[in-house]
């Protein structure tokens, strides 16, 4: 099993940047595919950031491209997501999932452990 622990949320004004974290524990010496999620009240999850095992392959929705960027750096116990030039429309709850995999990490990948979620409030 793995446990995932998300901070680094909080209120931000439009332009400003912010740093999500993703504490990995638990078998962490298995390769996972790992992304962010963010989600608004009474709409579908959507997945914004997406990382395959040993980091070498990131996909990104069409809507945070260029702004933010997902890293999983040694000693590979914390998932971060890095967001630049927020904008309203990025206000949601930012939830971290893995699921044991070898292969490649699409957006549409169904995950299996969730972390609590963060929200990101922009104005």
């Known amino acids: 099993h793995v446990q995932l622990v998300e901070s680094g949320g909080g209120s931000v004004q439009a332009g400003e940047s912010l740093r999500l974290s993703c504490s990995v524990s638990g078998d962490t010496w298995k390769p996972y595919c790992m992304g962010w999620l963010r989600q608004l009240p009474g709409q579908e999850r959507e997945a914004v950031a997406t990382?395959?095992?040993?980091?070498?392959?990131?996909y990104y929705s069409d809507s945070v491209k260029g702004r933010f960027t997902v890293s999983f750096p040694f000693p590979h116990d914390t998932l971060t997501l890095e967001m630049t030039d927020l904008k309203p429309e990025d206000t949601a709850q930012y939830v971290c999932?893995?699921?044991?995999?070898?292969?490649?990490?699409?957006?549409?990948?169904?995950?299996?452990?969730w972390g609590q979620g963060t929200q990101v409030t922009v104005s």
């Open positions: 999932a893995v699921i044991q995999s070898r292969n490649s990490c699409p957006l549409s990948q169904e995950f299996t452990h």
């Open positions: 990382i395959s095992p040993g980091g070498s392959i990131k």
